[in-house]
């Protein structure tokens, strides 16, 4: 499975370099958070595979809504919300046991621990935990990164919208993600 999914990325850095590096900063942290938190050996592992195959469905998004430097209009928002999706159909073809979990982390980070997120509108502790983890760690790195859209934020900024957008997370892992993104390599500046 490691080598499928270390395949996979590999695609997608040759279609989108940025994606790819974002993910690799995203497994990055996600393992910090998932160490911090004393996850077990096997749930450290999926985690990892599900933050190195989050964004795997952005393979089947067009080139010009995955590169466009302006915000979406509805139609291309949806076109970008259905990566999750086709990234969970992309990992279901892989004919591995590990296959359906991760294809439920693939396609649940984007979930909101409200429930206002997509593609399933699950909420709390029905979207996996490494899904959870995953997205939490996704919108930190997403805003510490220029984007033709926006700037990098400050680590402060960043922070300060998580706190207003807390509805949007598992309060737990809010509460341990801000201890250790203050020690993390990866903290943005």
Known sequence: MHDITRSLSSALCARDRGTRQHCDRVVELSQELGIHLELSQRELDMLKLGAQCHDI???????????????????ERA????HPAIGQQIVLSIADEQAVELGRIVRHHHENFDGSGYPDQLAGEDIPLAARIIALVDNYDAMAVSRPYHGGRSHRDIISILDSESRKFDPDLLH???????????RAA
Not at 79 to 82: I, T
Not at 176 to 186: D, G
């Open 176 to 186: 341990a993600f801000r201890h250790l993104i203050e020690r993390s390599p990866l």
């Open 57 to 75: 469905g952005k393979i089947g998004i067009p080139d010009r809504i995955l590169h466009k430097a302006a915000p979406f209009d509805p139609d």
């Open 79 to 82: 076109a970008m919300q259905a």
